[in-house]
């Protein structure tokens, strides 16, 4: 069973759209982060979050510690948004303190 | 500031083969990890140090080798490459509890 679970597993939407992609969790977290993965494969950090919600530019997370879940909103999809979303939570479990669990992904396809 | 950098981007390798994955950082890091990356499914853990001089395992260790002599280099070692480890490895470096930050990756095949 994966601690971490996104949903939709793949994402097709017209430009300019607005997109959420979920990510529920199993285990005790002391943050959640979102990342990106364009391809060709870099990894790059968009939000690290313990709570509440967090703006960069047209990118929005949220989280909402008690039912376990967050969300990941793209505001006016852009086709440069393709890419895939992945989800992870930092355990705060004494034997895999700190610790990321990740989840699988989900793969964004903005078309113009 | 180069980030975390890793090398080589990709690599070819006979069954038996040994070789090492490097990864450096230059952000002063204490925490550092190596990950790998299969289709269908998360990035899992194989590797991670929390200074220089203390590694521990993660989910998928076996078959790898890691150290951590100075604070900024974190080499992953393949002691006998098998096919099951061919995938897309990534290293990280983080702030204790801070954001991670990555590599570009290793594209490993094992024939």
């Known amino acids: 069973k994966n601690e971490v679970e996104q949903s939709p597993q793949n994402l097709t939407a017209q430009e300019g759209e607005f997109i959420t992609i979920n990510c529920s969790y199993s285990?005790?977290?002391?943050?959640l982060h979102w990342l990106q993965q364009h391809p060709g494969g870099g990894i790059v950090s968009l939000f690290m979050l313990s709570s509440g919600k967090k703006k960069h530019g047209r990118l929005i997370a949220t989280i909402n510690i008690q039912e376990k879940h967050s969300s990941l909103h793209i505001t006016a999809s852009h086709p440069r948004d393709s890419a895939v979303y992945i989800c992870?939570?930092?355990?705060?479990?004494?034997?895999?303190?700190?610790?990321?669990?990740f989840g699988r992904g989900t793969q964004l396809t903005v078309w113009p | 500031n180069a980030g975390v950098t890793q090398t080589p981007k990709f690599q070819v390798l006979k069954t038996g083969q040994s070789m090492t994955l490097q990864c450096a950082q230059d952000m002063n890091h204490e925490y550092m990890s190596w990950y790998r990356q299969d289709p269908g499914m998360g990035l899992r853990l194989i590797h991670y140090s929390v200074g220089a001089g203390i590694t521990d395992q993660g989910e998928v260790p076996n078959g790898y080798n890691v150290s951590r002599s100075t604070t900024e280099d974190f080499p992953l070692r393949l002691l006998s490459a098998a096919p099951s480890q061919t995938s897309v490895y990534f290293c990280?470096?983080?702030?204790?509890?801070?954001?991670?930050?990555f590599g570009n990756g290793t594209r490993l095949t094992v024939t």
């Open positions: 285990v005790g977290i002391s943050a």
């Open positions: 992870a939570v930092r355990s705060d479990r004494g034997s895999t303190l700190g610790r990321l669990y």
């Open positions: 990280a470096s983080s702030r204790l509890g801070g954001v991670r930050h």
